[in-house]
C-alpha cells in the first residue's frame, strides 16, 4: 500500500511537471512570435519606378536589398560610385539597391524624375533600380518610409532620416537588419560584411 501510495504521489508530481513545461512553452512561444514580427517588411508596399509604373516590391523577396534615400546636390552623391559598384558586385548573388530620391534636405533633390533618370544613368552609369521622388520625413513622408522610421514598427532601425543616403538593409524576407547612417560610405566594410552574412543565409 506504501509503495502504491508513493507510485501516486509520483504520478501526481509528474504531471504537474509536465504541465509547467508546456505552460513555459507556450509562454516562451508567445514572446518568441513578436520578436520574429518586428520590422518594417518593405515587401509589403507597391511605389512607382522612376518612369512611373507601379512596382510591387513583394517581386524583391528572396533579395538582400539596400534602400537608400538618394539626391543629385549632396555632398553626399559621390556615395552613388560606390552604390554603382555594391550592385555590380553583389547582384549576381541576390542583391539589389534600392534607389529613393528624396528632396527633403536643403533642396538637394530638385530635379524631375525624368532628370534625376538622367543625371543618375550619364553621370554615374546607374543602372540599378530607381524609384520616383518621394518624401522621407515631415507629414508628407511616403508610405515605406513611414514605416521604415516608425519605431514602433521597425524598432532600433526606426527614428527620423537624418540626410540623404541613410541605408537601410533588407533580408532575404523583406525585413530590415541593419541601418547605416549617410556618412557610412557603401563601401565601407561593415556595410560589406553585413551584405555578406545576409547573402550568405
Given at each position: 500500500?506504501?509503495e502504491?501510495?508513493?507510485?501516486?504521489?509520483?504520478?501526481?508530481?509528474?504531471?504537474?511537471?509536465m504541465?509547467?513545461?508546456?505552460?513555459?512553452?507556450?509562454?516562451?512561444?508567445?514572446?518568441?512570435?513578436?520578436?520574429?514580427?518586428?520590422?518594417?517588411?518593405?515587401?509589403?508596399?507597391?511605389?512607382?519606378?522612376?518612369?512611373?509604373?507601379?512596382?510591387?516590391?513583394?517581386?524583391?523577396?528572396?533579395?538582400?536589398?539596400?534602400?537608400?534615400?538618394?539626391?543629385?546636390?549632396?555632398?553626399?552623391?559621390?556615395?552613388?560610385?560606390?552604390?554603382?559598384?555594391?550592385?555590380?558586385?553583389?547582384?549576381?548573388?541576390?542583391?539589389?539597391?534600392?534607389?529613393?530620391?528624396?528632396?527633403?534636405?536643403?533642396?538637394?533633390?530638385?530635379?524631375?524624375?525624368?532628370?534625376?533618370?538622367?543625371?543618375?544613368?550619364?553621370?554615374?552609369?546607374?543602372?540599378?533600380?530607381?524609384?520616383?521622388?518621394?518624401?522621407?520625413?515631415?507629414?508628407?513622408?511616403?508610405?515605406?518610409?513611414?514605416e521604415?522610421?516608425?519605431?514602433?514598427?521597425?524598432?532600433?532601425?526606426?527614428?527620423?532620416?537624418?540626410?540623404?543616403?541613410?541605408?537601410?538593409?533588407?533580408?532575404?524576407?523583406?525585413?530590415?537588419?541593419?541601418?547605416?547612417?549617410?556618412?557610412?560610405?557603401?563601401?565601407?566594410?561593415?556595410?560589406?560584411?553585413?551584405?555578406?552574412a545576409?547573402?550568405?543565409?
Amino acid at each position: 500500500m506504501v509503495e502504491s501510495d508513493a507510485t501516486v504521489r509520483m504520478t501526481e508530481e509528474f504531471k504537474v511537471s509536465m504541465m509547467r513545461v508546456s505552460l513555459a512553452v507556450l509562454l516562451v512561444g508567445g514572446l518568441m512570435v513578436p520578436a520574429f514580427a518586428e520590422g518594417a517588411k518593405i515587401t509589403d508596399h507597391t511605389v512607382k519606378n522612376i518612369d512611373g509604373e507601379d512596382v510591387d516590391l513583394k517581386d524583391y523577396e528572396g533579395k538582400v536589398l539596400l534602400v537608400v534615400n538618394v539626391a543629385s546636390k549632396c555632398g553626399l552623391t559621390p556615395q552613388y560610385t560606390d552604390l554603382v559598384e555594391l550592385h555590380k558586385s553583389y547582384q549576381a548573388k541576390g542583391f539589389e539597391v534600392l534607389g529613393f530620391p528624396a528632396n527633403n534636405f536643403m533642396g538637394q533633390e530638385p530635379g524631375t524624375d525624368e532628370e534625376i533618370k538622367t543625371f543618375c544613368s550619364t553621370k554615374f552609369g546607374v543602372e540599378f533600380p530607381m524609384f520616383s521622388k518621394i518624401s522621407v520625413k515631415d507629414d508628407d513622408v511616403a508610405p515605406l518610409y513611414q514605416e521604415l522610421i516608425s519605431e514602433e514598427e521597425n524598432g532600433e532601425f526606426g527614428g527620423d532620416i537624418k540626410w540623404n543616403f541613410t541605408k537601410f538593409l533588407v533580408n532575404k524576407d523583406g525585413q530590415v537588419v541593419k541601418r547605416f547612417e549617410p556618412k557610412t560610405k557603401p563601401s565601407d566594410e561593415k556595410v560589406i560584411a553585413a551584405i555578406e552574412a545576409e547573402l550568405e543565409k
